[in-house]
């Protein structure tokens, strides 16, 4: 792996600080919000903060992933058109799959902390 590659991956997952620090932000909110401005009480705190924490692990280890696989397949990608330049809807297809890896871990998060929340 070259050293472009490698800054591809690292700008690729920088995403996981932020989904980590998003998903734990809201936490925090849905912790300090008042009895009648929440949706809905949570049930224990304990079993709260381990909803929290995994949906912060589920958002961060899938955006992760997807910065791991976007850097191997849009590496990839970039070298087969060099050498094919009609492969560029199918390059762009791929690099897409590898994205959506954080969007269903992101989903996971969501559907996590509203079952928390109701």
């Known amino acids: 792996m070259n050293r472009r590659t490698t800054a591809v991956g690292l700008v690729a997952t920088g995403g996981v600080g932020i989904a980590v620090l998003a998903v734990f932000a809201i ?24 909803a929290f924490a995994s949906a912060a692990v589920s958002a961060g ?19 087969a058109l060099a050498e094919k330049p009609e492969l560029m809807g199918r390059a762009l297809v791929l690099v897409g ?22």
């Open 61 to 79: 280890l899938s955006a992760a992933a997807a910065g791991y696989a976007v850097a191997h397949v849009g590496s990839a990608a970039v070298g």
């Open 97 to 118: 799959l590898a994205e959506g890896i954080a969007i269903y871990g992101l989903i996971v998060a969501i559907l996590i902390l509203n079952r928390v929340g109701g």
């Open 27 to 50: 936490a925090q909110g849905l912790a300090r919000a008042e009895p009648e401005t929440a949706m809905v009480a949570v049930l224990s705190d304990e079993v709260a903060k381990w």
